[in-house]
T-cell receptor
Framework: EDKVVQSPLSLVVHEGDTVTLNCSYEVTNFRSLLWYKQEKKAPTFLFML????IEKKSGRLSSILDKKELSSILNITATQTGDSAIYLC?????????????FGKGTKLTVNP | NAGVMQNPRHLVRRRGQEARLRCSPMKGHSHVYWYRQLPEEGLKFMVY????????ESGMPKERFSAEFPKEGPSILRIQQVVRGDSAAYFCASSPRLTGELFFGEGSRLTVL
């Protein structure tokens, strides 16, 4: 069964801290790995990673994929209270004529002032 | 370009009633996905549809649940004879092509009394 595991499940930090969120996967027919941020409503897209070792950056957020270790990390530097959210990792895969995202349970990040 | 539109945003049903959730994908998007999210859980894949076709319904319970994406009109997720365990947030997502990046609606929160 395809599996995506995120850790930690929950994290509380102070503003200004740097955090690293982890995602590991065990799937067949891997195509890419995606990170989403979910506040109270719709998950919003952060990154898509297809190649190992190439870092993607957007402001204070960055992410990298390690295909050998079947894992990815999402880094957030100089955290702000607005970063408080659930961060979802998902693997895009093909399966018997279908293509879909399989999600981990998410990491709930709380940034305190 | 409006985002993925879901309605109703909140729906309350008594046990045994039917729930109908609607999703209008983004303009130009022909791939529609439905996901279910329980508290403290990630997004669980239910079904993947293209216009007039169900591509993959492997995540959908075999009984009481059905989905469609007609040639004209929104995609519908239908739950017959609802039970308390159906209470969850149901998210629809769409994509213009098979890239992995899905655009999510704000979800429909179903509460079964």
């Amino acid at each position: 069964e395809d599996k995506v595991v995120q850790s930690p499940l929950s994290l509380v930090v102070h503003e200004g801290d740097t955090v690293t969120l982890n995602c590991s996967y065990e799937v067949t027919n891997f195509r890419s790995l995606l990170w989403y941020k979910q506040e109270k409503k719709a998950p919003t897209f952060l990154f898509m990673l297809t190649s190992s070792g190439i870092e993607k950056k957007s402001g204070r957020l960055s992410s990298i994929l390690d295909k050998k270790e079947l894992s990815s990390i999402l880094n957030i530097t100089a955290t702000q209270t607005g970063d408080s959210a659930i961060y979802l990792c998902a693997v895009y895969l093909t399966q018997g004529g279908s293509e879909k995202l399989v999600f981990g349970k998410g990491t709930k990040l709380t940034v305190n002032p | 370009n409006a985002g993925v539109m879901q309605n109703p945003r909140h729906l309350v049903r008594r046990r045994g009633q039917e729930a109908r959730l609607r999703c209008s994908p983004m303009k130009g998007h022909s791939h529609v996905y439905w996901y279910r999210q329980l508290p403290e859980e990630g997004l669980k894949f239910m079904v993947y549809l293209q216009k007039e076709n169900i591509i993959d319904e492997s995540g959908m319970p075999k009984e009481r649940f059905s989905a469609e994406f007609p040639k004209e009109g929104p995609s519908i997720l239908r739950i017959q004879q609802v039970v308390r365990g159906d209470s969850a947030a149901y998210f629809c997502a769409s994509s213009p092509r098979l890239t992995g990046e899905l655009f999510f609606g704000e979800g429909s929160r179903l509460t079964v009394l």
